[in-house]
């Protein structure tokens, strides 16, 4: 059974993704994006796209209404660490608000199940890897507590209503659709991979390494790298087993259990670039914790996550390859 979805943030870097997936499985799919950091270009045909805000109730009802809609992937919200914390404010609203009434108006209009995009991020700086479900979490950001008041929202929102939930805990989700359909469209984007494959299409001058005295081997910060076409994958199985379990909800880490440096993400790059880019070794930057990375093995063992790219060249091979092609496109994403 695959009850008709709405995609929040479809149209931005990950729901983009997840909306292929679904597309890929023959789900029926409809998105709503406020187009604040996302593009309408890569939202694939036969998807119903709505412009407009989450927290908007009389457009997420009409969209219940029109679309039969029983089942969500809220991915729309706002990303950025240090931006959190100039605007502490402003991620509240977008992250926490914003769910509190795109949920309100969901359960009176039939919600049956909403997938959430959480982040490792709720967990701090913790004091072990890999972290596991159940480990401590203790943001060290706005952006970390606003992801985390929501998970507690859908925790108690869904004991007492008519809906399951799932909440996957992102860990550093990089790369882009091996087919070229979707990508990172890179507003300022501030992530490492992309960082470094601007570099190396000749869009920055290098790349900045942020802290080289950081307590682990090679002296830079360890995080574990996802394929974004892994966690799309990931979401459509996760939504499957809320569907055929609707007593049970899933909270579950998303990454590969395999850290990474900052400087072995950057020699990957030169080796799939066939060329040394220009590094620049830098201070630390604020809020970073040294070591990142998951333990993935709820997600496997419940439900079946099979990734297909969980190798750091395949992901920078393909973010290179879409940067290419951002780079031939005669008009600017808007
Ligand atoms: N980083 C870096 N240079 C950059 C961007 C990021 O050295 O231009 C480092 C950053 O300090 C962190 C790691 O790369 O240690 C991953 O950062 P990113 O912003 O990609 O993701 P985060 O882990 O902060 O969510």
Request: glycine residues 8%.
């Amino acid at each position: 059974d695959k009850p008709p979805v709405l995609v929040t943030g479809g149209a931005g870097y990950i729901g983009s993704h997840a909306v292929l997936a679904l597309k890929d499985a023959g789900w029926s799919v409809s998105v709503i994006d406020n187009l604040s950091n996302g593009s309408r270009d890569v939202v694939p045909e036969g998807v119903a796209f709505y412009e407009g805000d989450i927290a908007d109730r009389a457009l997420v009802r009409r969209i219940f209404q029109e679309q039969g809609i029983k089942a969500i992937m809220h991915f729309a919200g706002s990303i950025v660490v240090p931006e959190s914390v100039e605007k502490p404010l402003e991620y509240y609203r977008n992250n926490t608000v914003a769910t509190h009434a795109l949920i309100s108006e969901a359960v009176e209009n039939g919600l049956e199940h909403i997938l959430f995009s959480s982040t490792a991020a709720t967990y701090g700086a913790p004091e072990r890897v890999p972290i596991e479900e159940d480990d401590p979490q203790l943001p060290i950001n706005p952006y970390g507590q606003s992801k985390l008041m929501t998970e507690h929202m859908l925790r108690d929102a869904s004991a007492a209503l008519p809906f399951n939930y799932g909440a996957l805990r992102y860990f550093n989700v990089a790369g882009a659709d091996p087919e070229g359909r979707s990508g990172q469209i890179g507003k300022g984007s501030t992530h490492l991979i992309k960082v470094a494959v601007e570099a190396a299409v000749g869009k920055r001058p290098h790349v900045s390494v942020f802290g080289t005295d950081y307590p682990t081997p090679d002296g830079t910060c360890i995080r574990d790298y996802v394929h974004v076409s892994d966690l799309a994958d990931a979401h459509v199985v996760a939504l499957e087993y809320l569907i055929a379990n609707p007593e049970t909800n899933l909270t579950a880490n998303c990454g590969y259990g395999q850290g990474l440096s900052v400087l072995q993400v950057l020699d990957a790059v030169d080796k799939v670039n066939g060329t040394p880019l220009k590094r620049d070794m830098g201070p630390r930057r604020a809020g970073d914790p040294p070591l990142l990375v998951s333990s993935n093995r709820r997600l496997v063992e419940t439900v079946n996550w099979t990734p297909r790219f969980a190798d750091i060249e395949t992901i920078v091979t393909h973010a290179l390859a879409w940067e290419r092609k951002l780079q031939t496109r005669n008009r600017p994403f808007e």
